[in-house]
T-cell receptor, first 111, second 114 residues
């Protein structure tokens, strides 16, 4: 079973739409969670960390549900520049300092 | 400029010919890591290092070696490359144990093993 699973999409949404991605993780001991963004096979870049209480950064909101072992990313008022692949990342420091990446969800925002 | 630098960016080689991909960071980061990215499999961690002379296996270490003799450098060594190591490789670094998830990635190395 994969450590982290994401719906690969693609998600094609019009500008201004709200879109949400989910990501599930298999290890209940996972401690740290993140969303990264990757453009066209370039290097991934941190979008935001995901905190237990949920957190917001402008149009982006991240949530963590430990009971169901998933994290989510909500993008409001989508812009063309949001088109990218969004990677879910999980870390469990108790078993080392490995990071597990999801395969990514592809988003295309259409004019 | 703060950055993680990988070299080479593109490499075509033949089976069995030893190669090294260099990675250097100028941010005095403790944590460094190597990943490979393959279609449908996402990024998978090869090796990581918490500090100088400390390295650990990630998910897919077979066929790779690393060393961390200096804080800024973390080279990836393929002693005898095989075609299944054809991939996109990323090096990353992170400031310290408290903020491990905040990783800064190099621009990537596209490796083809014929």
């Amino acid at each position: 079973r994969k450590e982290v699973e994401q719906d690969p999409g693609p998600f094609n949404v019009p500008e201004g739409a709200t879109v949400a991605f989910n990501c599930t993780y298999s290890n209940s001991a996972s401690q740290s969670f993140f969303w990264y963004r990757q453009d066209c096979r370039k290097e991934p870049k941190l979008l935001m960390s995901v905190y237990s209480s949920g957190n917001e950064d402008g149009r982006f909101t991240a949530q963590l549900n430990r009971a169901s072992q998933y994290i989510s990313l909500l993008i409001r008022d989508s812009k063309l520049s949001d088109s990218a692949t969004y990677l879910c990342v999980v870390n469990n420091r108790n078993t080392g300092n490995q990071f597990y990446f999801g395969t990514g969800t592809s988003l295309t925002v259409i004019p | 400029e703060a950055q993680v630098t990988q070299n080479p960016r593109y490499l075509i080689t033949v089976t069995g010919k030893k190669l090294t991909v260099t990675c250097s960071q100028n941010m005095n980061h403790e944590y460094m890591s190597w990943y490979r990215q393959d279609p449908g499999l996402g990024l998978r961690q090869i090796y990581y290092s918490m500090n100088v002379e400390v390295t650990d296996k990630g998910d897919v270490p077979e066929g790779y070696k690393v060393s961390r003799k200096e804080k800024r450098n973390f080279p990836l060594i393929l002693e005898s490359p095989s075609p299944n190591q054809t991939s996109l490789y990323f090096c990353a670094s992170s400031p310290d144990r408290a903020v491990l998830g905040i990783q800064y990635f190099g621009a990537g190395t596209r490796l083809s093993v014929l």
